[in-house]
T-cell receptor, first 113, second 113 residues
Framework: AQSVSQHNHHVILSEAASLELGCNYS??????LFWYVQYPGQHLQLLLK??????LVKGIKGFEAEFIKSKFSFNLRKPSVQWSDTAEYFCAVNGKGYSTLTFGKGTMLLVSP | NAGVTQTPKFQVLKTGQSMTLQCAQD?????MSWYRQDPGMGLRLIHY???????DQGEVPNGYNVSRSTTEDFPLRLLSAAPSQTSVYFC????????????FGPGTRLLVL
Protein backbone atom coordinates (compact mmCIF):
# COMPACT_ATOMS: atom_id res chain seq x y z
CA ALA A 1 0.00 0.00 0.00
CA GLN A 2 1.14 3.52 -0.64
CA SER A 3 1.28 6.13 2.10
CA VAL A 4 2.37 9.72 2.55
CA SER A 5 3.85 11.35 5.63
CA GLN A 6 4.01 15.09 6.14
CA HIS A 7 6.36 16.05 8.93
CA ASN A 8 4.80 19.24 10.20
CA HIS A 9 1.14 19.71 11.02
CA HIS A 10 1.46 23.43 11.68
CA VAL A 11 4.07 25.92 10.56
CA ILE A 12 4.15 29.60 11.48
CA LEU A 13 6.42 31.97 9.55
CA SER A 14 6.89 35.67 9.16
CA GLU A 15 6.63 37.25 5.74
CA ALA A 16 9.82 36.94 3.66
CA ALA A 17 10.95 33.85 5.55
CA SER A 18 11.91 30.77 3.58
CA LEU A 19 9.65 27.75 3.57
CA GLU A 20 10.32 24.04 3.37
CA LEU A 21 7.58 21.50 3.99
CA GLY A 22 8.60 17.89 4.27
CA CYS A 23 6.90 15.00 2.50
CA ASN A 24 7.92 11.36 2.48
CA TYR A 25 6.12 8.59 0.69
CA SER A 26 6.08 4.86 0.89
CA UNK A 27 5.61 2.89 -2.29
CA UNK A 28 7.62 0.20 -3.98
CA UNK A 29 7.13 1.16 -7.60
CA UNK A 30 7.20 4.20 -9.83
CA UNK A 31 5.30 7.08 -8.29
CA UNK A 32 3.83 10.35 -9.39
CA LEU A 33 3.95 13.08 -6.78
CA PHE A 34 1.78 16.13 -6.23
CA TRP A 35 1.42 19.11 -3.96
CA TYR A 36 -2.03 20.60 -3.59
CA VAL A 37 -2.96 23.76 -1.70
CA GLN A 38 -6.21 24.74 -0.01
CA TYR A 39 -6.58 28.46 0.71
CA PRO A 40 -9.02 29.40 3.47
CA GLY A 41 -12.57 28.75 2.36
CA GLN A 42 -11.53 27.46 -1.04
CA HIS A 43 -11.20 24.09 -2.70
CA LEU A 44 -7.97 22.25 -3.36
CA GLN A 45 -5.89 23.26 -6.33
CA LEU A 46 -2.70 21.90 -7.81
CA LEU A 47 0.59 23.62 -6.93
CA LEU A 48 2.92 21.33 -8.85
CA LYS A 49 3.55 17.73 -9.79
CA UNK A 50 6.37 15.40 -10.69
CA UNK A 51 6.28 12.24 -12.75
CA UNK A 52 9.60 12.10 -14.61
CA UNK A 53 12.60 14.09 -15.77
CA UNK A 54 14.20 16.93 -13.83
CA UNK A 55 13.67 16.16 -10.14
CA LEU A 56 13.34 19.87 -9.36
CA VAL A 57 9.91 20.98 -10.45
CA LYS A 58 8.51 24.47 -10.41
CA GLY A 59 4.88 25.28 -9.75
CA ILE A 60 2.63 28.25 -9.45
CA LYS A 61 3.20 31.26 -7.20
CA GLY A 62 6.95 30.70 -6.85
CA PHE A 63 6.76 27.25 -5.28
CA GLU A 64 9.11 24.44 -6.18
CA ALA A 65 9.68 20.88 -5.02
CA GLU A 66 12.54 18.44 -5.26
CA PHE A 67 12.11 14.72 -5.76
CA ILE A 68 14.85 12.71 -4.05
CA LYS A 69 14.29 9.08 -4.94
CA SER A 70 16.85 7.70 -2.50
CA LYS A 71 15.11 9.43 0.37
CA PHE A 72 11.55 8.82 -0.85
CA SER A 73 10.99 12.53 -0.39
CA PHE A 74 9.26 15.34 -2.25
CA ASN A 75 9.75 18.50 -0.18
CA LEU A 76 8.03 21.75 -1.05
CA ARG A 77 10.00 25.00 -0.95
CA LYS A 78 9.54 28.71 -1.42
CA PRO A 79 12.37 31.22 -0.91
CA SER A 80 10.21 34.02 0.49
CA VAL A 81 6.66 33.50 1.71
CA GLN A 82 3.88 36.06 1.61
CA TRP A 83 0.86 36.54 3.83
CA SER A 84 -1.26 35.26 0.93
CA ASP A 85 0.49 31.87 1.18
CA THR A 86 -1.44 31.15 4.35
CA ALA A 87 -3.16 27.87 3.52
CA GLU A 88 -3.13 24.15 4.09
CA TYR A 89 -0.71 22.18 1.94
CA PHE A 90 -1.16 18.55 0.99
CA CYS A 91 1.36 16.17 -0.46
CA ALA A 92 -0.09 13.31 -2.50
CA VAL A 93 1.17 10.26 -4.35
CA ASN A 94 -0.22 8.16 -7.14
CA GLY A 95 1.46 4.89 -7.90
CA LYS A 96 -1.50 2.67 -8.55
CA GLY A 97 -2.53 3.81 -11.96
CA TYR A 98 -5.86 5.38 -12.82
CA SER A 99 -5.93 8.74 -11.08
CA THR A 100 -6.30 7.69 -7.46
CA LEU A 101 -4.41 9.90 -5.05
CA THR A 102 -3.23 9.08 -1.54
CA PHE A 103 -2.88 12.26 0.51
CA GLY A 104 -0.79 13.14 3.51
CA LYS A 105 -2.49 14.66 6.54
CA GLY A 106 -1.64 18.18 5.49
CA THR A 107 0.43 21.06 6.84
CA MET A 108 -1.27 24.25 7.92
CA LEU A 109 0.93 27.24 7.11
CA LEU A 110 0.27 30.56 8.78
CA VAL A 111 2.24 33.54 7.52
CA SER A 112 2.18 36.58 9.74
CA PRO A 113 2.52 40.01 8.11
CA ASN B 1 -16.71 25.89 -17.91
CA ALA B 2 -18.15 25.62 -14.43
CA GLY B 3 -15.61 22.93 -13.55
CA VAL B 4 -16.63 20.66 -10.68
CA THR B 5 -19.79 21.68 -8.84
CA GLN B 6 -21.17 20.25 -5.63
CA THR B 7 -24.53 20.64 -3.92
CA PRO B 8 -25.48 21.35 -1.24
CA LYS B 9 -22.76 23.49 0.29
CA PHE B 10 -23.90 22.73 3.81
CA GLN B 11 -26.26 20.14 5.27
CA VAL B 12 -27.41 19.12 8.71
CA LEU B 13 -28.80 15.62 9.18
CA LYS B 14 -30.14 13.61 12.06
CA THR B 15 -28.70 10.19 12.78
CA GLY B 16 -30.36 7.61 10.57
CA GLN B 17 -31.45 10.00 7.84
CA SER B 18 -30.38 9.45 4.27
CA MET B 19 -29.23 11.95 1.70
CA THR B 20 -27.38 12.31 -1.57
CA LEU B 21 -24.48 14.64 -2.17
CA GLN B 22 -24.41 15.79 -5.76
CA CYS B 23 -21.31 16.21 -7.90
CA ALA B 24 -21.17 17.26 -11.53
CA GLN B 25 -18.40 18.20 -13.93
CA ASP B 26 -18.49 19.69 -17.40
CA UNK B 27 -14.95 18.88 -18.50
CA UNK B 28 -15.75 15.45 -19.96
CA UNK B 29 -13.46 13.76 -17.44
CA UNK B 30 -13.66 10.00 -17.18
CA UNK B 31 -12.29 9.80 -13.65
CA MET B 32 -14.32 11.06 -10.70
CA SER B 33 -13.87 10.50 -7.00
CA TRP B 34 -15.15 11.39 -3.55
CA TYR B 35 -12.95 12.27 -0.59
CA ARG B 36 -13.74 13.19 2.96
CA GLN B 37 -11.61 15.69 4.85
CA ASP B 38 -11.34 15.54 8.62
CA PRO B 39 -9.09 17.63 10.86
CA GLY B 40 -5.64 16.08 11.15
CA MET B 41 -6.55 13.25 8.79
CA GLY B 42 -6.01 14.82 5.40
CA LEU B 43 -8.20 13.63 2.57
CA ARG B 44 -9.32 10.03 2.44
CA LEU B 45 -10.74 8.39 -0.65
CA ILE B 46 -14.29 7.06 -0.32
CA HIS B 47 -15.19 5.83 -3.82
CA TYR B 48 -14.02 6.45 -7.32
CA UNK B 49 -15.08 5.83 -10.90
CA UNK B 50 -13.12 5.52 -14.13
CA UNK B 51 -16.12 5.92 -16.37
CA UNK B 52 -19.87 5.59 -16.66
CA UNK B 53 -21.03 2.31 -15.15
CA UNK B 54 -17.72 1.64 -13.37
CA UNK B 55 -17.16 2.34 -9.69
CA ASP B 56 -14.83 1.03 -7.03
CA GLN B 57 -14.15 1.44 -3.33
CA GLY B 58 -11.49 3.61 -1.83
CA GLU B 59 -9.97 3.68 1.63
CA VAL B 60 -13.14 4.45 3.64
CA PRO B 61 -16.20 3.21 1.70
CA ASN B 62 -18.37 1.94 4.57
CA GLY B 63 -21.67 3.76 4.90
CA TYR B 64 -21.51 5.27 1.41
CA ASN B 65 -22.84 4.23 -1.98
CA VAL B 66 -22.10 5.64 -5.41
CA SER B 67 -23.25 5.16 -8.96
CA ARG B 68 -22.11 6.58 -12.29
CA SER B 69 -24.82 6.57 -14.89
CA THR B 70 -23.37 9.47 -16.91
CA THR B 71 -19.91 10.90 -17.47
CA GLU B 72 -20.95 14.18 -15.87
CA ASP B 73 -22.50 13.10 -12.58
CA PHE B 74 -21.20 11.12 -9.62
CA PRO B 75 -23.56 11.29 -6.62
CA LEU B 76 -22.60 10.05 -3.18
CA ARG B 77 -25.34 8.49 -1.05
CA LEU B 78 -25.45 8.18 2.68
CA LEU B 79 -28.00 5.50 3.42
CA SER B 80 -28.21 5.96 7.20
CA ALA B 81 -26.20 8.89 8.44
CA ALA B 82 -24.04 8.53 11.55
CA PRO B 83 -22.23 11.20 13.61
CA SER B 84 -18.94 9.70 12.41
CA GLN B 85 -19.83 10.89 8.92
CA THR B 86 -19.67 14.51 10.00
CA SER B 87 -17.03 15.84 7.65
CA VAL B 88 -16.30 17.96 4.61
CA TYR B 89 -16.80 16.06 1.39
CA PHE B 90 -14.92 16.87 -1.78
CA CYS B 91 -15.61 15.60 -5.24
CA UNK B 92 -12.83 15.57 -7.81
CA UNK B 93 -12.54 14.80 -11.50
CA UNK B 94 -9.79 14.42 -14.04
CA UNK B 95 -8.56 12.44 -16.98
CA UNK B 96 -7.77 8.81 -16.31
CA UNK B 97 -4.06 8.38 -15.67
CA UNK B 98 -1.69 8.39 -12.73
CA UNK B 99 0.05 11.57 -13.90
CA UNK B 100 -3.12 13.55 -14.38
CA UNK B 101 -4.21 16.49 -12.29
CA UNK B 102 -7.39 16.16 -10.27
CA UNK B 103 -9.79 19.11 -10.17
CA PHE B 104 -11.69 19.55 -6.95
CA GLY B 105 -15.11 20.92 -6.22
CA PRO B 106 -15.85 23.48 -3.49
CA GLY B 107 -16.94 20.87 -0.97
CA THR B 108 -20.02 19.97 1.04
CA ARG B 109 -19.92 20.46 4.78
CA LEU B 110 -22.04 17.81 6.50
CA LEU B 111 -23.05 17.77 10.14
CA VAL B 112 -24.77 14.67 11.52
CA LEU B 113 -26.44 15.12 14.87
Amino acid sequence: AQSVSQHNHHVILSEAASLELGCNYSYGGTVNLFWYVQYPGQHLQLLLKYFSGDPLVKGIKGFEAEFIKSKFSFNLRKPSVQWSDTAEYFCAVNGKGYSTLTFGKGTMLLVSP
Amino acid sequence: NAGVTQTPKFQVLKTGQSMTLQCAQDMNHEYMSWYRQDPGMGLRLIHYSVGAGITDQGEVPNGYNVSRSTTEDFPLRLLSAAPSQTSVYFCASGPVGSQETQYFGPGTRLLVL
